[in-house]
């Protein structure tokens, strides 16, 4: 009998969903809820230092086969967030997702992350539309080495780094967190975007820009999975565009141990995550997968 039970390094998952940072993940109510869902784990909202408002709105909209969000990165900071991970925490896999401007911020966010009993700790190297943090500072592979390496000496808790697609050094990237100690890579965040209103001739979004979501940028994440799985050794998390059991089974075949889902859980609800992990079974089934394991990577061969 087949089984979805799958691990990213020492986090082992009874599904290899996962709810992406962003979404369903600021309380800890709303973490308890995807969980009970069928997530195997939930990646936290990336939380900084500080309370942060974010962008003013407008700060979302629907495209074609898509969202386009500039949030700008807002939360309750890390001091007021160990509530709700002492609420979410006793019931399943928190990873905690945080994002800092340089390496000294990142190894004390993981830090707390660690002490709230995150089970890992996700690194926002790649949002793009948050001055000073993310993307900006994920692009330069020294720099990402570097807080990596900063990290892993601050936490024992896995040290997972999620990359941009806004790079075309995307694999050297990578290999740079892996040579800092990183335990996992996770790709892809969002693709740069930007909508236009033409009835006032500006831009929609208050940031002007922000980043693309959703079915459309399922292809680009699949084939940076895809790059990664030769480019690196440790395991691969695909997020991005996944909203059915056949876009999870991409990612997997590309190289992905696990996955991460995000605007579908907003689109769809988070009775995704039960068609999801039922769909997958039915196909390793008939299909003659006996676990996950056994499909990673196979569309290499």
Same mark, same amino acid.
């Given at each position: 009998?087949?089984?979805?039970?799958?691990?990213?390094?020492?986090?082992?998952?009874?599904?290899?969903?996962?709810?992406?940072?962003?979404?369903?993940?600021?309380?800890?109510?709303?973490?308890?809820?995807?969980?009970?869902?069928?997530?195997?784990?939930?990646?936290?909202?990336?939380?900084?230092?500080?309370?942060?408002?974010?962008?003013?709105?407008?700060?979302?909209?629907?495209?074609?086969?898509?969202?386009?969000?500039?949030?700008?990165?807002?939360?309750?900071?890390?001091?007021?967030?160990?509530?709700?991970? *002492?609420?979410?925490? +006793?019931?399943?896999?928190?990873? /905690?997702?945080?994002?800092?401007? =340089? !390496? $000294? %911020?990142?190894?004390?966010?993981?830090?707390?992350?660690?002490?709230?009993?995150?089970?890992?700790?996700?690194?926002?190297?790649?949002?793009?539309?948050?001055?000073?943090?993310?993307?900006?500072?994920?692009?330069?592979?020294?720099?990402?080495?570097?807080?990596?390496?900063?990290?892993?000496?601050?936490?024992?808790?896995?040290?997972?780094?999620?990359?941009?697609?806004?790079?075309?050094?995307?694999?050297?990237?990578?290999?740079?967190?892996?040579?800092?100690?990183?335990?996992?890579?996770?790709?892809?965040?969002?693709?740069?975007?930007?909508?236009?209103?033409?009835?006032?001739?500006?831009?929609?979004?208050?940031?002007?820009?922000?980043?693309?979501?959703?079915?459309?940028?399922?292809?680009?994440?699949?084939?940076?999975?895809?790059?990664?799985?030769? *480019?690196?050794?440790? +395991?691969?998390?695909?997020?991005? /565009?996944?909203?059915?059991?056949? =876009? !999870? $089974? %991409?990612?997997?075949?590309?190289?992905?141990?696990?996955?991460?889902?995000?605007?579908?859980?907003?689109?769809?609800?988070?009775?995704?995550?039960?068609?999801?992990?039922?769909?997958?079974?039915?196909?390793?089934?008939?299909?003659?997968?006996?676990?996950?394991?056994?499909?990673?990577?196979?569309?290499?061969?």
């Amino acid at each position: 009998m087949s089984t979805l039970k799958t691990a990213v390094g020492k986090v082992v998952l009874e599904t290899p969903g996962m709810v992406a940072s962003g979404i369903m993940d600021e309380t800890g109510a709303s973490m308890v809820r995807m969980l009970e869902a069928g997530a195997g784990a939930v990646v936290s909202k990336s939380i900084g230092s500080e309370p942060k408002a974010g962008h003013a709105n407008p700060c979302f909209t629907e495209v074609t086969a898509g969202l386009v969000n500039a949030m700008g990165l807002p939360g309750p900071g890390i001091e007021l967030f160990r509530d709700e991970m *002492a609420e979410a925490v +006793p019931h399943g896999n928190i990873v /905690g997702s945080v994002a800092g401007a =340089d !390496a $000294a %911020e990142f190894s004390r966010l993981a830090g707390k992350m660690e002490e709230y009993g995150a089970c890992a700790v996700e690194l926002n190297l790649s949002c793009p539309h948050a001055k000073g943090y993310g993307m900006e500072i994920g692009t330069d592979p020294a720099l990402v080495k570097s807080i990596v390496a900063a990290v892993k000496d601050a936490v024992s808790i896995p040290v997972w780094v999620k990359l941009t697609p806004n790079t075309h050094i995307l694999p050297q990237i990578a290999v740079s967190a892996q040579e800092g100690g990183a335990d996992a890579i996770v790709a892809i965040n969002t693709l740069k975007a930007m909508v236009i209103c033409p009835e006032f001739g500006k831009p929609y979004l208050s940031n002007r820009f922000g980043g693309l979501s959703g079915p459309a940028v399922k292809p680009v994440g699949v084939r940076a999975i895809y790059d990664l799985y030769n *480019a690196v050794t440790i +395991p691969l998390v695909g997020v991005g /565009g996944i909203a059915n059991w056949r =876009d !999870a $089974a %991409e990612y997997i075949m590309a190289g992905a141990r696990a996955f991460q889902i995000g605007s579908a859980v907003a689109t769809e609800g988070p009775e995704v995550f039960s068609k999801v992990n039922d769909g997958l079974l039915r196909f390793m089934e008939e299909y003659g997968y006996d676990s996950i394991d056994d499909m990673v990577g196979v569309a290499h061969e």
